[in-house]
C-alpha cells in the first residue's frame, strides 16, 4: 500500500452544534439535516446503515430510507432476507446516516415493526417498472448457483407480467423504526467533535444531553 490505513485522516472544522441550536425534537432536528443534506447534493443522502442483531451477533448493510411518517423511520425490503429473518426475532435495531461533506452523522436506536399492507402496495406501485420486477426475481440473501440464474427467473418474471400490473410480492414490504435515542454527531478540528443526544422518556418528551467525543 502507498500510504498507510493508520496514517488516513481528515482534519473536521466547517461547523459546530450546541445544545442551544438544536431543535427540542429530534425528528425535526433530523429533516433539517436531511434537508440541508439534499441542498449539498449529496449521492444517496437517503442512504443509512441498517444494524439487525441475528443470535446475539450484528449483523449490518446499506439500505435507503424512504420516508419519515409519524416520527418513524421508514424502509423497503425482502421480509424472507437475512435483515427481514433477524428483525422477526429482534424488534431492535439502529440506523446509521453519514454525510461526509457536511461532516456529519446521524446514529438512530429503536424498535421496528412492519408498515401496513396498504402503505407497502402504494409504495411498490410508486416504484420503477424495472424494481418492481426485481422484487419477484430475487430470493435475498439465498444462496444461488451463479447470475444465469438470476436472467432466467428475470425473464420468466418478466414473461409474467408481460402487459400486466405488476402486484406486490407478498414476501416485499416496508418497515418503521420507532426511535428511543438519536444521536447529531459534528466532526470538529481535533476529534473533540460535537454530539448532541435524544433520549425518550415518554411518548413525546425527549432528555437532550451533550456527550464527550
Partial sequence: MSQSIADIRKEYNARSLSISEVDKNPIDQFLIWFNMALKA????????????????????????????????FVFYTNYNSSKGRQMIKNHNVSLNFFWPELERQVRIEGEVKKVSSEVSDAYFQSRPRGSRIGAWVSPQSEVIENREELDKRLAEIELRFKDR?????????????????????????????????????????????????
Fill in 41 to 72: 447534493e449529496i449521492m444517496e443522502p437517503n442512504a443509512m446503515t441498517l444494524s439487525t442483531i441475528s443470535n446475539d451477533k450484528p449483523s449490518s448493510r446499506v439500505v435507503l430510507l424512504k420516508g419519515v411518517e409519524n416520527s418513524e
Fill in 165 to 213: 400490473e405488476i402486484d406486490r410480492p407478498p414476501h416485499w414490504g416496508g418497515y418503521s423504526v420507532k426511535p428511543s435515542l438519536i444521536e447529531f454527531w459534528q466532526g470538529r478540528p481535533s476529534r473533540l467533535h460535537d454530539r448532541i443526544q435524544y433520549t425518550l422518556i415518554d411518548n413525546d418528551s425527549w432528555k437532550i444531553e451533550r456527550l464527550a467525543p
